[in-house]
């Protein structure tokens, strides 16, 4: 059970390790695109391409959705960003019950999205877990966990890839473990319990008020998607920019400036520090380093932007 890009590399796990899966569900056909045609999830796709039926309901309330699940007779049913709630009926439904993959070590950063709220509120390590599902949102006990470093440049993109892959391998072990009888479940710490809130779109205009290393961290984690934007004056008009790459900048041999004044380049005064944007790009264009913008778009020192 699972519908984006971060679930496919669980699903071909669980086939190359032999596992049968009788079924994928995945969310329904969404419209995107200039042409707003329906297009399949990437679990979807995939299951697919190796002949495995594909189930897409829209709610697993109903009562017929229900006996449709329970006919499958399961073992086991593995939920990798599903995007559906299940209710209480399909989470029994299965003889083992429910293994979910979540990317962090909870109970830090329960919810919709792990990946970006870790890297932005500037934590070291983060992680993938299976757990044991409930009711609850990602309370369930968890059953093996594997920690991963954040490192000072990456993203979410970078990060999600990374927990993808060793979240597969994790969710086989914990199959084959569960198989054996040697799977062992550890409740949640009642303390630490944070929620990963879903990326709104105002969060991702940069706000230069803050410490450059705060945004660096932003930045990454709004990095590839939604990214983080500033805005600047151009020919009587607002042109949105977003920033890919950034760095904080120790040295500020070029001065000081309110909040987002334009220092040198592309190195924009904050409310500690400054920022140095290194890969940036305007709406309906490619990414492009500094320099690039720069010859397109020459900034002026002391210029401020949005």
Known sequence: MGTPDFSVPV???LLAAGHEVVAVYSQPPRKAGR???EKKSPVHQFAEENDIEVRTPRSLKDAAEQEAFAALDLDVAVVVAYGLILPQAVLEAPRLGCLNLHASLLPRWRGAAPIQRAIMAGDAETGVMVMQMEAGLDTGPVLLAEHVPIGPEDTAGSLHD??????ADLMVRAL????RGTLEATPQAEEGVTYAHKIEKAEA????????RELDAHI???TPFPGAFFEMARKGKSERVKVLK?????DLSSGKGAPGTVLEGLTIACGEGALQLLEVQRAGKGAVSAEEFLRGFPLQKGERLA
Request: glycine share 12%.
């Open 11 to 13: 699903l071909g796990e």
């Open 35 to 37: 042409g707003m045609e």
């Open 162 to 167: 990374e927990l993808s892959r060793r979240g």
């Open 176 to 179: 084959a473990a569960l198989s």
């Open 205 to 212: 205009r940069i706000d230069w008020q803050r410490p450059a």
């Open 220 to 222: 990454r984690g709004l």
């Open 246 to 250: 950034a760095r904080p900048v120790e």
